[in-house]
């Protein structure tokens, strides 16, 4: 049985990373996943866009949450590609990830993050794409949990 958004949203506040920057999950379906992170002084560069880095992290979490639905828990991001496209601005960075093809040892997800006014799942607010990727997901070869330590490299 697919785990339920309750669930995956606890996950989710399991990391450090997600809780600094406040993000939220907001949807979680078999082929649909929602990232929501506020718009602060805190995720800004110097030119008050959001960061490259808080746009990655917010792609990288919805494939892995896509891919977590169709694989299972035990997962990680094995490819990554960005292409920044526009500047992201507003008041909620929303990564929507669309799952393209599951099979049993690897998941394509394409994320879309995009820069709103606010954060809602059924929100008809016009949407700013500011990046596109193309990402794929593969099992966790060393069955990791979330709270374990990396191998030694």
Partial sequence: M???LESAQHVLQTQPFSILLAAQLTA???DYVEVCVPITAQVKQQ????HGGVISYAADNALTFAGKYALGPS???SDFKVNYVCLAKGKTLITRTHMVYAGQSQAMC???PTA?????P???ARLRPCARRHNCISPNPQNLSINS???PT
């Fill in 28 to 30: 979680f379906s078999a």
């Fill in 75 to 77: 997962i990680v991001t």
């Fill in 47 to 50: 030119f008050g866009f959001v």
């Fill in 110 to 112: 394409l994320p879309s």
């Fill in 149 to 151: 330590p990396l191998p």
């Fill in 116 to 120: 709103t006014k606010r954060c809602a």
């Fill in 2 to 4: 697919p785990p339920a």
């Fill in 122 to 124: 059924s929100s008809k």
